[in-house]
């Protein structure tokens, strides 16, 4: 999807994903959908834990310093970027409107919108785009979304205030779909869900011949599990985060992940699954004759050991780990290793950065 709220700028940009626990910067060189593409530069920094709360910027001067670390990591060219929002301050909706052009309706969107969004249209910015006009004579199915305009400022803010351009902002659901439709050739009739799972939201978007069918944001997710860990053994969160990935870290084959540790993961992860299985559910009782036929998890709680075995137990359906980096070609300076255990958190990051193609 291609849903922008500012302009476009020059044809190179960083992919900015500003996480609740890390900040993730990419830029790519774009080969072409069906020839793959380079990773010219990749940045990660770690933000402090309390800098960004339920989407709330609490710390501008942390999140500040932290961009600048990953941009500087990345040793990036450019200076544009593309950013992704998420959370309860951001709604999608798939509406069906009467018929009538791209112009008519830019006229009428925000009369529209009033009908939709629980937020004064006067304080969001908007966004839509026409996703078919054969749904019935006369009428035509719109993707609209709405973002508050304090949650887009924040987010300029900081940019802005890091020494980097704003050129565009998207929706972190539909920056995960851009990087599955980079890397997947996936048959046009498969409904397909992608499930990100950050340290504070998950973005559930449902994919139904290649468009988004149904899209919302969990305020659940990775620090969950951190949090249950550090009160299970009373460890710091740097250690609670190392165990939450099964004791990753240079002593790990020598390590035993505590009994106390499954316990604490195994509760949290039956609850994070029974969040999303309950809006696959509702998709499905929704939907007509869509069946989803794949999830693919990402984000960096797609790494939580035993998560997605759970998932598929308690679904029944087919759950894979989006690997965004699938068509990457060889890239120099750039550990395969390394790529691999970073790939599923850069869904948003690469998402980002495949904008381009378009133009």
Avoid: C
């Avoid at 009908?115 to 006009?133: A, G, K, R, S």
């Avoid at 609209?144 to 949650?151: G, N, Q, R, S, Y």
């Avoid at 988004?212 to 250690?239: C, H, M, W």
């Avoid at 035993?256 to 609850?271: G, K, L, W």
């Amino acid at each position: 999807m291609d849903l922008t709220m500012f302009g476009i700028g020059k044809p190179s940009l960083i992919g900015l994903d500003i996480g609740s626990s890390t900040v993730k910067a990419v830029e790519l060189n774009l080969k072409g959908k069906d020839k793959g593409f380079e990773l010219k530069g990749l940045g990660i920094a770690s933000l402090p834990p309390e800098a960004i709360v339920q989407g709330a910027f609490l710390n501008s001067g942390e999140i500040v310093d932290t961009i600048r670390e990953a941009v500087d990591a990345g040793n990036f060219k450019t200076k544009d970027v593309a950013v992704a929002v998420s959370g309860h301050s951001v709604i999608v909706k798939k509406v069906s409107l009467p018929a009538m052009n791209r112009e008519e309706l830019e006229d009428q969107i925000q009369w529209e919108a009033e009908q939709y969004i629980p937020f004064d249209v006067n304080e969001v910015h908007l966004d839509f785009q026409i996703l078919d006009t054969s749904e019935g004579e006369g009428q035509m199915d719109v993707l609209l979304v709405a973002a508050k305009k304090d949650l887009v400022d924040d987010y300029v803010q900081v940019i802005t205030e890091a020494g980097l351009n704003p050129a565009a902002i998207d929706v972190a659901a539909f920056a995960v779909e851009n990087a599955f439709e980079y890397n997947y050739d996936e048959p046009g009739d498969d409904v397909v869900a992608l499930v990100n799972i950050g340290a504070q939201v998950v973005n559930i978007n449902v994919v139904e011949h290649g468009v988004p069918a149904f899209t919302r944001d969990i305020t659940t997710g990775g620090n969950q599990y951190t949090e249950e860990i550090q009160k299970a053994l009373s460890v710091s969160f740097e250690e609670a985060e190392r165990l939450k990935l099964g004791g990753s870290g240079p002593d790990a084959e020598q390590e035993v992940v505590p009994q106390e540790v499954e316990h604490a993961v195994r509760s949290v992860t039956d609850v994070v699954i029974g969040e999303i299985a309950r809006s696959l559910d509702f998709y499905t009782a929704t939907a007509a004759d869509a069946r989803i036929s794949k999830v693919l998890l990402s984000g960096g709680g797609a790494k939580i050991v035993g998560l997605d075995a759970a998932f598929a137990e308690r679904t029944g359906l087919t759950v894979e780990t989006l690997d965004p980096l699938a068509r990457m070609l060889p890239s120099k300076g750039f550990e395969p290793e390394t790529l691999a255990d970073l790939g599923p958190a850069l869904g948003v990051a690469i998402g980002l950065s495949t904008r381009r193609i378009a133009l």
